[in-house]
């Protein structure tokens, strides 16, 4: 079986709409088809200041959040990135093969530094796609289930992996960013031109899945759409209804022409209305779940004990073999 590896962080407590529908589902797709790796990726988190008591909860509610969305750890690998050594340390192999330029051209980090104000982004901000690439290449993954947002940096481990194997000897396999077009970036429902994303979302812009339904439907409710009354599928035009026909259409099944045709000579209010109560329905068992996890702690530690363990095997592999290639004198 192909491999396939993706992350989430941990940084706020609930996962949002475009995280599922752009990355938790097809991590959900993938356990069919996939040996299949899944993490909660703490050391990323900590880029950005973290209280340490919410960092802790949070990465229990984002585990928890994961299997509620359907990952089954008999089908699937599900781990927190720091119980597993290797990253960090294959994270600093990576950061010697990269080149500061190259870097520097990560337009992810460009924006998440703006937003800190000049001077204030931590360097491991700076590298954090480098440390996405040993993420990556410890795995020897062929498939990143990943949001249209992390294009370039699955670029990006695709040439340094090619830059390692061509210096040292094949060591590492080149890895294809599996982005699904439909759902590769999903709105701010307030600002339909920015991705909906946990740190620069407004509150009524960001859906978050552990939200109250009834805070939901507000949401939905209150979406920007646009002067028109037509209810049609163009992204250019009409990005906010556009952006509501996309979630109605993964979450439902039904096809946009199809919803398009059903809506014809309808008004938006009737759209919101019938999407809010599809959400409510999504939403609700998803909560549900998410709690059960957390009120069984035992349960939820020893998957991510036997995670990390079957993680491990495979990255203390990768990462014996590249210390080898590299000329490490092996510990005796
Ligand atoms: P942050 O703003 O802190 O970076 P985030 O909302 O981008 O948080 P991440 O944990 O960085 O969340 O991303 C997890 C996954 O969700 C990634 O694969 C990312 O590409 C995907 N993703 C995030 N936002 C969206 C979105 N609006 N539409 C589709 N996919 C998304
Ligand atoms: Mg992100």
Redesign the pocket.
């Known amino acids: 079986r192909p491999r396939a590896l993706?992350g989430?962080?941990p940084?706020s407590g609930s996962f949002?709409l475009?995280?599922y529908?752009?990355?938790i589902r097809q991590y959900v797709a993938l356990q069919e088809t996939h040996d299949a790796f899944y993490m909660v990726v703490d050391l990323h988190a900590i880029t950005m200041p973290q209280d340490p008591a919410d960092l802790r909860a949070n990465t229990r509610l984002s585990a928890a959040q994961l299997l509620a969305a359907g990952l089954d750890p008999e089908r699937c690998t599900l781990f927190i990135q720091s119980h597993v050594p290797e990253h960090a340390q294959l994270g600093w192999v990576m950061n010697c093969i990269t080149g500061f330029g190259e870097a520097s051209r990560m337009t992810q980090f460009k924006d998440k530094s703006a937003k800190q104000g000049a001077g204030n982004a931590t360097v491991g901000l700076f590298t954090y796609p480098i440390l996405q690439v040993a993420d990556i290449l410890l795995y020897q993954a062929n498939a990143v289930p990943?949001?249209e947002?992390?294009r370039q940096h699955i670029e990006l481990t695709r040439d340094l992996a090619e830059r390692f194997n061509q210096r040292f000897g094949k060591t590492f396999t080149l890895p294809a960013a599996h982005i699904v077009k439909e759902?590769?970036?999903?709105y701010d429902l307030q600002d339909p031109a920015i991705?909906?994303?946990?740190?620069?979302s407004s509150p009524k812009g960001l859906i978050n899945l552990l939200d109250e339904p009834k805070a939901t439907e507000k949401k939905i409710k209150s979406a920007v759409t646009d002067t028109e009354a037509e209810i049609r599928f163009d992204a250019e035009k009409k990005p906010g209804v556009s952006n509501l026909l996309t979630i109605y259409s993964t979450l439902t099944g039904e096809s946009v022409p199809a919803l398009e045709a059903a809506y014809e000579g309808k008004g938006y209010g009737a759209l919101k209305t019938d999407l809010a109560a599809v959400m409510v329905d999504f939403v609700t068992p998803f909560r549900l779940r998410t709690q059960a996890y957390l009120d069984d702690p035992e349960t939820l530690d020893s998957i991510l004990a036997k995670g990390a363990e079957k993680a491990r095997a495979v990255a203390s592999e990768t990462l014996a073999q590249t210390y080898d290639r590299l000329g490490f004198l092996p510990a005796k």
């Open positions: 993706s989430i962080q940084t949002h475009g995280n529908l752009g990355a990943v949001g947002d992390q759902v590769a970036k999903i991705k909906m994303s946990k740190s620069s």
